[in-house]
């Protein structure tokens, strides 16, 4: 057993916890004991993309409080079906760089392989809510393909496991694919962008760590943590297991309006990031995505919120705010002017 899960019960598997994932609103509000008055915009707003949310992320949230920082990312809300002009379904304009199956290749020396459409939690602000991930579940001889497309390009440095969250795969999908890249001399980095070690953390078992270790390829793992009140006990473990294993670890965040848009949150957020081994890397502008417009932060409240961190924070513990831009070369970094508090 892995350090953090050897209690002499065994816990359940991720599978059984991921299956068991909460996906009606009724069934969260009662969990929450929450009032049924929000349960009608909550079944509107699922139907255009649906709760799901693990039992440990929801073990995290304050019950009795509508707006806790949780349970706002992954409740549906009526607002969502607002229409707001100028958020779109494709933000980032992924599909056109999406034209091999499972591969999106936007910036030079690096890629995305959609290992899994599935994700354990649907995020609300998520990017690709609206991503045609039905078009990119792969066959055997598409995997192969996906593949040679990676060894017929030696401008291919780093392979970044995405998806969805590419750790709902197998152990076996993910080790058979970790090797086959391995074996493409060219690539000289495997990366791995997942949610699950903070909404599922039972996920992070030896199985997986081998899996992705096992080969010549030095790992990253970059973790989508948004707030300190996702770093539980479980979380936090489940994070020392894969810093013992070499693993580094980074955090993206995004900025969301209701669930750390304060300097008190942003600041707890890094401080607990850094306590557990993991950098602080970028601080996202919501991309302006259809249904999550009432998460918008503007430029102006984001640039004095940064200017406020960064002289509240050592430096390795401040992560840097960009902006995602369709059709430019890398996330775009936001200037900011330090701010005395
Ligand atoms: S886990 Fe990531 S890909 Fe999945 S819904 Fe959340 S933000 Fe989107």
């Known amino acids: 057993m892995i350090h953090g899960y050897s209690a002499a019960v065994e816990p359940a598997r991720w599978q059984t916890i991921l299956a068991d994932s909460i996906t009606d609103p009724r069934e969260l509000l009662t ?4 009032g049924l008055d929000l349960l009608p915009a909550a079944i509107a707003a699922d139907q255009s ?3 799901r949310v693990p039992a440990p992320f929801v073990d995290l949230m304050e019950p009795g409080n509508p707006n806790d920082p949780l349970l706002r990312q992954v409740l549906p809300l009526g ?3 607002d229409e707001q002009p100028g958020f779109v379904s494709d933000p980032l304009g992924e599909q056109h760089s999406n034209s091999q199956p499972g591969i ?3 910036y030079q020396g690096r890629l995305l392989l959609i290992v899994s459409g599935g994700c354990a939690v649907n995020c609300r602000y998520c990017f690709r809510r609206h991503f045609p991930y039905a078009d990119n579940n792969l066959s055997t001889a598409e995997w192969q393909q996906a593949l040679d497309y990676i060894r017929n390009d030696c401008s291919i440095k ?8 590419p750790l709902v795969a197998s152990d076996k999908r993910l080790a ?14 495997l990366r791995v962008h997942t949610r699950l070690p903070l909404v599922l953390p039972q996920r992070i078992t030896e199985q997986l760590i081998a899996a992705l270790t096992h080969t010549r390829l030095p790992l990253t793992m970059v973790l989508h943590c948004n707030h300190a009140s996702e770093l539980g006990p479980a979380q936090r473990s489940a994070i020392q297991h894969l810093r013992q294993a070499g693993v580094m670890l980074l955090n993206q965040a995004v900025l969301l309006r209701g669930v750390n848009d304060n300097l008190t949150d942003l600041s707890n957020l890094s401080e607990n990031l850094g306590d557990t081994g993991v950098l602080p890397y970028y601080l996202h502008m919501l991309d302006h995505v259809r249904g ?4 918008l932060v503007d430029d102006a409240t984001a640039t004095r919120l940064m200017g406020q961190l960064l002289t509240q924070l050592p430096g390795y513990l401040a992560p840097r705010l960009v902006r995602e831009v369709a059709g430019q070369p ?3 970094p936001i200037p900011v002017e330090l701010v005395y508090a």
Do not use: N, Y
């Open 330 to 332: 890398a996330k775009v």
């Open 176 to 189: 058979w694919l970790t090797s086959e890249i391995a074996g493409i001399p060219h690539v000289r980095r």
């Open 292 to 295: 999550a417009q009432h998460f």
């Open 104 to 106: 999106v290749h936007k």
């Open 31 to 34: 969990r929450l004991k929450l």
């Open 79 to 81: 607002v969502e079906l």
């Open 49 to 51: 993309f649906r709760l």
């Open 158 to 165: 780093e392979v970044i496991f995405s998806g969805g969250d």
